[in-house]
């Protein structure tokens, strides 16, 4: 028996492994691309939850654009946020220089709201 075939019909080629022919197949090429916090939680979520969805993107070579994308959305909104929510509750630069202490408790405070925020709209769906 031959160690390699390509059918002609589809252009696919197999090689042989014991008694079968197995296809020779391989994803397609992404660029690498920097993929932050946001994008690795959403990363894990559509791997455990949401599979189908997860392989998709997987072999038509788009996760990675896709998390790429999703990550700026996200560190975009909770920036936003942050700072909307800090100067709605009067958390200044001038409470910073006043009493720090304040300061730092009230915006872990507010970190925490947004990144719940955040994971709910953006990351969770």
């Known amino acids: 028996m031959k160690q390699h075939y390509t059918d002609r019909r589809t252009g696919i080629t197999y090689t042989l492994q014991g008694d079968y022919y197995l296809?020779?197949?391989?994803?397609?090429?992404?660029?690498?691309?920097?993929i932050g916090v946001w994008g690795q939680r959403h990363l894990r979520y559509i791997k455990r939850h949401r599979k189908v969805f997860y392989t998709n993107l997987l072999t038509s070579g788009k996760l990675y654009d896709y998390l790429a994308d999703l990550d700026k959305q996200a560190e975009d909104k909770f920036f936003r946020l942050v700072k909307q929510i800090a100067e709605r509750e009067g958390v200044t630069e001038q409470l910073k220089a006043d009493?720090?202490?304040?300061?730092?408790?009230?915006?872990?405070?507010?970190?925490?709201?947004?990144?719940?925020?955040?994971?709910?709209?953006?990351?969770?769906?």
């Open 23 to 34: 296809p020779n197949l391989a994803l397609p090429q992404e660029k690498e691309q920097h």
């Open 99 to 125: 009493n720090q202490m304040e300061w730092v408790a009230r915006m872990n405070n507010i970190r925490s709201r947004v990144t719940e925020i955040v994971n709910t709209e953006v990351i969770f769906v």
